[in-house]
């Protein structure tokens, strides 16, 4: 993600725990966007400091849509089987559309990345297996092989 444009939707524990990640990986800006402008601040300013953020709500979202490199759905829109409020322009040049959630193939999400061309789409289904050898290193002090795992669970993003 170093040197690359990232828009993250969403501000709340999901935006939270892939903040400091994503900004340690130096991108060159990283837009996040929440319907709760204060919510998106409020989360800014804990990480001020930490690399170049821009705070936006949708509705100012198109004036900053076009040449995102990442796409980054943090929200729990997907979970209800909805899109997030995005301008149609949103994924154009995108190379990465990344959705947190995970196990349902294509959400809406995905859907309109796949269809608005961007050719990598990515769930959270790593994430949540990495986190899990995190715990499981933490209380039994032996971090285990995640490999395999995250390739039983993955369901083919079709």
């Known amino acids: 993600m170093a040197g690359r444009r990232v828009l993250m939707l969403g501000a709340g524990g999901a935006a939270r725990g892939a903040m400091l990640p994503f900004l340690r990986q130096e991108p060159s800006e990283l837009v996040l966007v ?4 204060s919510k998106a ?8 400091g930490c690399g170049p953020l821009i705070v936006s709500g949708y509705a100012e979202l198109a004036d900053l849509a076009e040449g995102y490199d990442v796409v980054v ?3 729990s829109a997907s979970l209800r089987g909805e899109m997030p409020p995005l301008p149609g322009n949103v994924f154009r040049g995108a190379e990465l559309a990344y959705e947190l959630a995970y196990g349902k193939g294509l959400t809406p999400f995905l859907h309109t990345a796949r269809a608005e061309g961007v050719a990598k789409l990515a769930d959270g289904v790593g994430m949540l297996v990495e986190q899990a050898a995190e715990a499981f290193a933490w209380w039994r002090g032996v971090r285990p092989s995640t490999a395999q795992v995250i390739a039983e669970l993955t369901v083919p993003l079709r």
């Open 34 to 37: 929440n319907r709760t402008l």
């Open 41 to 48: 601040v409020a989360l800014a300013d804990e990480f001020a």
């Open 73 to 75: 759905n943090a929200t």
